[in-house]
């Protein structure tokens, strides 16, 4: 006879603004669900309004990170909107811990509509965390939209 055995995710016992910034996701059906919808929600509303496109050749690669600078957060949305579906739903974006995931509202938002996880951009080791997540993935893109910003 087999022994059956529980073990509760790792998000088990964090405040939900934690959870979801995690990464790796921990699988979660409804917000896998949650996160395709507005994956593709997303799209529509950006592509039902402007003309959105890629210039060049999306390299075919199973691991890709995309870094580009931005005026708002609409620029996610466009850039998500531009990616094609191979990449989008593979798609992580990588989402200012500071601004993001400080409120249920916004972390929720975040997660479902651009595929975020928390990222903290206070820490300067942080950008090493995610090269080390990356070269330890087998698959992924991620996507990093940093602020422009003025040198002093």
């Not at 022994?3 to 405040?15: G, R, S, V």
């Not at 949650?34 to 959105?52: D, E, K, N, S, T």
């Not at 479902?112 to 206070?122: I, S």
């Amino acid at each position: 006879m087999t022994e059956f055995k529980y073990t509760p995710t790792e998000d088990f016992n964090k405040p939900f603004t934690e959870s979801l910034g995690m990464y790796p996701r921990a699988h979660d059906f409804t917000f896998s669900i949650l996160r395709w919808l507005g994956a593709w929600l997303c799209f529509l509303f950006i592509r039902l309004q402007y003309l959105v496109s890629i210039e060049g050749k999306i390299p075919n690669d199973k691991k890709l990170v995309i870094v580009a600078n931005h005026q708002s957060h609409l620029d996610t949305w466009a850039l998500i909107a531009a990616l094609p579906y191979k990449v989008r739903s593979k798609l992580t974006v990588l989402a200012a811990a500071d601004y993001f995931y400080t409120q249920n509202d916004r972390a929720f938002l975040a997660t479902v509509f651009c595929q975020a996880v928390a990222f903290n951009r206070l820490n300067p080791m942080e950008l090493r965390n995610w090269q080390k997540i990356f070269k330890e993935t087998k698959q992924g893109y991620f996507l990093l939209v940093l602020l422009p910003f003025e040198w002093n």
